[in-house]
């Protein structure tokens, strides 16, 4: 049984530019949540996703936007990177009844 | 913004000794996790401790929560070279609610 997986593991953007992350659950999972995680710090919420729907929001810009599919799978994409973009995103999921979430690996990005 | 302050942010200890960290958090909550992050890849879920229980174990692994204080601790008896990673304490109100994160202990266990 795989676990959360997300890809790329690495990306390199340069400012302006756009990126598009993405996550698979661990299998039956049907919610999905993102969090940014800077250097040093503790991973802040972005979003999450139920029912192909944006269920509850953090404190993040609009150009954080997501994307849940039928088959529970998620994207995460950042419009108009900045600096400040550069950090390790994480994907995480679970049963929306339970309260332990499973994280994935991390996509690390920079933004020169 | 972080939901509470992690104490100590760094902590260095010699094998087979304990390792204490704490975790201050400031609204009501339902439950409180604990996540180990090894070089800054994926939290791995430690232990879950609901607003009602005081004290719980896993393992090697004994967590309080005092919410009249905020805070919970978490205690790893007879440490490994294997326990060097950073630990975080998470809050939240419910399942299916998201995490809070406090800003991490960084332990070090030196063989």
């Excluded at chain 1, 919420?45 to 944006?54: D, L, R, S």
């Excluded at chain 2, 201050?24 to 430690?46: A, E, P």
């Excluded at chain 2, 609901?50 to 601790?73: A, P, Y």
């Amino acid at each position: 049984d795989a676990g959360v997986t997300q890809s790329p593991t690495h990306l390199i953007k340069t400012r302006g530019q756009q990126v598009t992350l993405r996550c698979s659950p661990k299998s039956g999972h049907d919610t999905v949540s993102w969090y940014q995680q800077a250097l040093g710090q503790g991973p802040q919420f972005i979003f999450q996703y139920y029912e192909e729907e944006e269920r509850q929001r953090g404190n993040f810009p609009d150009r954080f936007s997501g994307h849940q599919f039928p088959n529970y799978s998620s994207e995460l994409n950042v419009n108009a990177l900045l600096l400040g973009d550069s950090a390790l995103y994480l994907c995480a999921s679970s049963f929306l009844s339970v309260e332990t979430q499973y994280f994935g690996p991390g996509t690390r990005l920079l933004v020169l | 913004s972080q939901q509470g302050e992690e104490d100590p942010q760094a902590l260095s200890i010699q094998e087979g000794e304990n390792a204490t960290m704490n975790c201050s958090y400031k609204t009501s909550i339902n439950n409180l996790q604990w996540y180990r992050q090894n070089s800054g890849r994926g939290l791995v879920h430690l232990i879950l401790i609901r607003s009602n229980e005081r004290e719980k174990h896993s393992g090697r692994l004994r967590v309080t929560l005092d919410t009249s204080k905020k805070s919970s601790s978490l205690l790893i008896t007879a440490s490994r070279a294997a326990d060097t990673a950073s630990y975080f304490c998470a809050t939240s109100w419910n399942a299916g609610n998201m995490l809070t994160f406090g800003g991490g202990t960084r332990l070090m266990v030196k063989p």
